[in-house]
């Protein structure tokens, strides 16, 4: 079977080769980091009841002592802003399922429900996240709040500004085209010229025409974490005449814009006529404001709204503790596009979803070498492939039994009759050594 590379799609390394065609019988879901159960905290002694820590060096407070001002730790935390006060629903990203969806069609394994839920939570571009207003427990909701999203990339701010400076700012390259022209020297008298305090860049004199533009394009290159306000305030007016023309002589090349559909003969633009342009003709239609908020969780960290970013933060947080949101919304999505469930061991067992319809095998009345397979798997399950069969051509015979769902192929690179409750795992080698155990007792 042919595999589909879909690492360029940013969902990580979802490996849907069949087992037979591996060297070894491994599969990997994702990139997920299934260490995530472990506690991070110091250990505790629960005999003592006390955390296994080291002791607390205390350093007297002052310069001369070298320790943190008091309270300096209260304050840190202070400075946090609380969560948005909103109800995240967390679900899987609609183009990434589309993809995942495909490859289970096509591959014939079964994927335990929580480490597909781990594949999407561990890619942040293939989560979704729908935010509303949190309901109280009368059933009434909190006033509603207003966000203003840019309907490319889904940037999400509290004000329609700072969305549209990100439009202007990430956007104005896929409508318009630029390019370095010859011009010639700029005349006029100028009395000074503005130089960048942090790169000694000429920016040029605050009174021509392109100034703002200027600045707004250094920040936007070179400074995109500072605000316009702060660079402003960096900037410094140099009078020496040699200064000016330093920069005279430097502006002999301009950046010039033209409107990608407009075709050939397009007008040329200073990069403020293609922004006011781009204002009034374009960007209107890029801004929403959604009534509730569908975002990617790619996207938040980039947004301006620190209350958010906690919001959404502990809600990934505690979802990655235990995938219930996840869980819940591939499985109705998988259930819809005919994907089969089952559980392993027993009804409480590890839950599989699966792209094949699972059909107990009939022995009785099929050619010996496949029963001769089958059967042997339904006394001896959990087994990897090398103790099953012996050549190519038994390897044929288990290929077709898993294809046409008589035998469940495990991600783990094991293989269990089709039943009820198909064995699985140390879980059910557990349970049959309990079982053999008390047999052995009663036999006593």
Known sequence: ?????????????????????????????????????????????????????KPLERKPFGKKGGAHKPFERSQRFAERPRPLDVDVKILPDPKALGTVIRKLQQDHHAYKLKDLAYFFLDNPSSVLLKITPKRRADGTVSEPLKFFQCGVCGFTAASEADVASHILGAHLGEYYESKVVDCEPPKGNFNCVAKCGLSGVLLGPPNIHEFNSTVREMIRTRYPDMSE???????????????????????????VYTAKNAGEGAREMSRAEAEGEFRRQILPSLVSVPKNLMISAAVVPSCPMKSLQRAVEEALKSERRAPYSMCFALRGA???????????NDSRGTEFVTGIELKPFDSAHAIPELAKIADFIAANPCLEKAAIVGDAEGEKHLQWLVSTGHVVAFTNGVYSAVEKFPKYGPQWRKKKAENAEVEKKEEE
């Open 1 to 53: 079977m042919d595999t589909v590379d879909i690492s360029s799609l940013g969902l990580g390394s979802f490996d849907f080769t069949p087992d037979w065609a591996k060297k070894d019988a491994g599969v990997v879901v994702g990139k997920s980091n299934f260490e995530r159960s472990q506690d991070e905290s110091p250990r505790r002694d629960f005999k003592s009841g006390k955390a296994d820590r």
């Open 229 to 255: 306000e702060d660079y402003r305030s960096r900037i410094v007016m140099v009078r020496e005449a040699e200064v000016i023309e330093e920069w005279r002589q430097g502006a002999v090349k301009k950046t």
């Open 334 to 344: 998988l259930h819809h596009r005919k994907m089969h469930f089952f559980r392993a």
